[in-house]
């Protein structure tokens, strides 16, 4: 089992910034990606960003290129996610999940461990 911890949610202004960060703890041997995703009141998960836990290229929506940055260190075994110039609609609970299987999915079906949640308010 592997265990995720977020942290790093808060209030910010439009414009703002904000690093969520995701402590893995238990198996991370068994860890080949991890991945951001987030959820909007009234809305469907949808996906952020996911990079390999050894390193490598990292995958983005669309929608955050540029804007966000994921990054990991695994000397912590902690996995980041920098938003910058944040806006209203980017308020959501930002989820953190850790997957097994090679690749790097966008999917949520593919991944195996989640965390808790933590809240991202932009206020305009």
């Known amino acids: 089992q592997v265990q995720l911890v977020e942290s790093g949610g808060g209030l910010v202004q439009a414009g703002g910034s904000l690093r969520l960060s995701c402590a893995a703890s238990?198996?991370?041997?068994?860890?080949?990606?991890m991945g951001w995703f987030r959820q909007a009141p009234g809305k469907e998960r949808e996906f952020v960003a996911a990079?390999?836990?050894?390193?490598?290229?990292?995958l983005y929506r669309d929608f955050v290129k540029g804007q966000f940055t994921i990054s990991r260190d695994n000397t912590k075994n902690t996995v980041y996610l920098q938003m910058n110039s944040l806006k209203p609609e980017d308020t959501a609970v930002y989820y953190c999940?850790?997957?097994?299987?090679?690749?790097?999915?966008?999917?949520?079906?593919?991944?195996?461990?989640w965390g808790q949640g933590t809240q991202v308010t932009v206020s305009s």
């Open positions: 990079i390999p836990w050894s390193g490598g290229i990292p």
């Open positions: 999940a850790a997957a097994r299987n090679v690749g790097l999915g966008s999917r949520g079906n593919e991944y195996d461990y």
């Open positions: 238990g198996r991370t041997f068994t860890i080949y990606a």
